[in-house]
């Protein structure tokens, strides 16, 4: 266990809707990382945020959008649900120093969302 | 990105044998090097790291070879166990602002009794 929790495990909601997606990050923990991981691929970096700001962005829409709160947990905005939007979401937290520099990732074991 | 669709590179081995995962890596600039285990329906699960310093690291029947000249990345599984089977990946990060890590394809490890 990596003491990273997401919630829910399963969501099914229907093409352009909305959806919140949340994370708590392991203790200890700073930065909070997002993976988009559809199946039968690996996973696909959507954004960090550390020290509650965004600090890296993968190549996402503006749809997806994220929050990073005091206590280090967070949560996964996506707007105007895709039929392509449909996959593992990840969740994983990290100790970023001062260097800037982060170790491994923890992940959480996503939540499961479908399209329809 | 990477795309494979369904159908991962497999590789099969007799439980007690050894089993070596390869990976290749897109680039040079990479600095730091980390393997996860992923079961079906679970997260990916930290196996062992390296950075660009180091060739190899050993783990607990786990040990990871870095060859930069050929950017390339092996995973070597000592005496291969049922519970070993899963989707392996392999993940680079570029060294930059963000903690950003860009994965494989996955291989999937079928461990036969």
């Known amino acids: 266990e990596t003491g990273v929790t997401q919630s829910p495990t399963h969501l099914i909601k229907t093409r352009g809707q909305q959806v919140t997606l949340r994370c708590s990050s392991q203790?200890?923990?700073?930065?909070v990382s997002w993976y988009q991981q559809a199946l039968g691929q690996g996973p696909q970096f959507i954004f960090q945020y550390y020290r509650e700001e965004e600090n890296g962005r993968g190549n996402f829409p503006p749809r997806f959008s994220g929050l990073q709160f005091p206590n280090y947990s967070s949560e996964l905005n996506v707007n105007a649900l895709e039929l392509d939007d449909s996959a593992l979401y990840l969740c994983?937290?990290?100790?970023?120093?001062?260097?800037?520099?982060?170790?491994?990732?923890?992940f959480g074991s996503g939540t499961q969302l479908s399209v329809l | 990105g990477e795309s494979v669709g369904l159908h991962l590179p497999t590789l099969s081995v007799q439980e007690g044998d050894n089993s070596i995962i390869n990976c290749a890596y897109s680039?040079?600039?990479?600095?730091?090097f980390i393997w996860y285990k992923q079961e079906s329906g679970k997260g990916p699960q930290f196996i062992i790291d390296?950075?660009?310093?180091?060739d190899k690291r050993q783990g607990q029947r786990v040990t990871v070879l870095l060859n930069k000249t050929v950017k390339h990345l092996s995973l070597q599984i000592a005496a291969t166990q049922p519970g070993d089977s899963a989707v392996y990946f392999c993940a680079e990060s570029d060294g930059g602002a963000t903690n950003k890590l860009i994965f494989g394809t996955g291989t999937l490890l079928a461990v036969q009794p």
């Open positions: 390296i950075r660009s310093n180091m």
């Open positions: 203790s200890g923990h700073n930065t």
């Open positions: 680039n040079s600039a990479s600095d730091y």
């Open positions: 994983a937290s990290s100790l970023v120093g001062p260097s800037g520099r982060g170790e491994k990732l923890f």
